[in-house]
């Protein structure tokens, strides 16, 4: 089974400017253990203005004063065709195992016992990606894509927030860079 995240392109409806609060799951620090609290974002819409990015619906839902603009009519949403390119794999009943391409250096081989998640990874990076969504089909695994949107710049994978996504070179998952000077950040 594959758990799919919806992405939507919001729209203000108001006659003046609102502000649109997001949360996303924060990246954890090296070393870090704890569970990580959600990122809180925002961006300003003008009136008729539509959000440049596409958003996982479930950051915006449940954030602050989301009801509030809802209750006004001020939210229009456009779902937006984007499926996340990055995702984590659980193991259900049988171990499985799979290559991730780095991009510098060899491959590395991930191996999961029953019931175990792997790190979010970018599934265009593994090779075997074709049998793991036949794998998914058939609820011997579940893909649980990650919440990861697009971006403008050519340089990153994705972004979270306003953070551009890119690619670790040693572990093959998502990164922000954050801190003077950039620290890269595991998601």
Same mark, same amino acid.
């Given at each position: ?5 919806? #992405? ?14 997001? +949360? ?9 253990? @704890? ?7 925002? $961006? /300003?819409?003008?009136?008729? !203005?539509?959000?440049? @990015?596409?958003?996982? *619906? ?19 949403? !456009? $779902? ?5 390119? #990055? ?29 175990? /998640?792997?790190?979010?990874? =970018? ?5 075997? +990606?074709?049998?793991? !969504? &036949? *794998? ?7 893909? !649980? +894509?990650?919440?990861?949107? =697009?971006? %403008? &710049? =050519? ?6 927030? &306003?953070?551009?996504? %890119? ?6 998952? =998502?990164?922000? $860079?954050? %801190? ?8």
């Amino acid at each position: 089974m594959a758990v799919t995240v919806k #992405f939507v392109k919001v729209t203000n409806k108001c006659d003046r400017p609102i502000t649109v609060h997001t +949360r996303f799951p924060r990246p954890k620090k090296p070393g870090s253990s @704890r569970d990580p609290k959600p990122v809180l974002s925002q $961006f /300003t819409l003008a009136p008729g !203005e539509t959000s440049p @990015r596409a958003i996982a *619906l479930t950051a915006l839902i449940g954030a602050r004063n989301w009801d509030t603009l809802n209750a006004r009519g001020c939210i229009g949403l !456009e $779902f937006a065709p984007w499926t996340a390119p #990055f995702a984590r794999v659980t193991a259900r009943a049988d171990p499985i195992a799979f290559d991730v391409r780095l991009p510098k250096g060899k491959p590395r081989r991930i191996e999961l016992a029953p019931g175990q /998640t792997s790190r979010t990874v =970018p599934l265009s990076a593994i090779p075997q +990606r074709r049998r793991l !969504e &036949s *794998l998914a089909k058939r609820r011997r695994i579940v893909l !649980e +894509r990650s919440h990861i949107g =697009p971006t %403008y &710049s =050519p340089v990153a994978a994705g972004s979270l927030g &306003s953070d551009d996504v %890119y690619i670790c070179n040693e572990c093959g998952g =998502p990164i922000v $860079f954050r %801190y003077h000077p950039p620290v890269p950040i595991h998601i």
